[in-house]
């Protein structure tokens, strides 16, 4: 990531503002922030960068935030959208399908989930038969990740219940666990793909507020 920056202003140098610089790979700096704007609209802002540097564009937009600016964000990384949007609107193919907090979407999906990944991408089939006979509501299901997840109310509780009727089925498992929803769950639930099999060049996956 090559960080360098260029900037101009017509008021004495005295009267700047104090630029802000947050950290970026390799030990140097991202451009600095001169001023503070009101609102500020960023597209994909940490496409194609490393962690360290994407961490330090959501700490720079964080203290932009708190000092006062509202923020228009468009990504496809919901886990972004999870840590820097006060209010999201989930977007598929154009139209917004889905609107608020992180929380309330959740909520949406349920609370607990147990998810199993299979070993064998033959077996996501009977996966999918034996946890929808177990849990609350559709299955969600990640054929490109061989992957099954549904609601189940006391999910801990429960796990020795869900290895023991898929070890019965025959299935072998790569993961199983059990936790709480994501933007993930969300958007598959709400669109019945992942957010990354989305085209290229349509809409983006999510478009969160901030201020």
């Known amino acids: 990531m090559s960080c360098s920056s260029a900037s101009t202003s017509s008021r004495p140098a005295a009267a700047r503002p104090r630029p802000t610089r947050a950290g970026c790979a390799g030990g140097s700096t991202l451009p600095p922030l001169v001023v503070a704007p009101p609102i500020l609209f960023l597209d994909e802002p940490t496409t194609g960068l490393d962690p360290r540097s994407r961490q330090a564009v959501w700490d720079l937009i964080g203290e ?45 999906v349920g609370g607990e989930r147990v998810e199993a990944t299979v070993a064998h991408s033959e077996q996501l089939d009977a996966a999918v038969a034996v946890l929808s006979r177990l849990g609350e509501g559709a299955p969600l299901l990640d054929a490109a990740r061989g992957r099954v997840a549904v609601p189940v109310p006391d999910g801990a509780r429960r796990l020795a ?51």
């Open 64 to 108: 932009l935030v708190a000092g006062g600016t509202t923020l228009l964000l468009t990504t496809q990384y919901l886990d972004e959208a999870d840590r820097l949007a006060d209010r999201i609107a989930v977007v598929d193919s154009g139209r917004v399908i889905a609107e608020g907090t992180s929380d309330e979407l959740k909520g949406q």
């Open 161 to 211: 219940e869900v290895v023991r009727d898929l070890d019965a089925a025959g299935v072998e498992l790569a993961d199983l666990a059990v936790r709480r929803p994501t933007l993930d769950d969300v958007f598959l639930a709400l669109t019945g793909h992942a957010a990354e099999e989305v085209p290229e060049g349509e809409a983006p996956v999510a478009q969160e507020v901030a201020a």
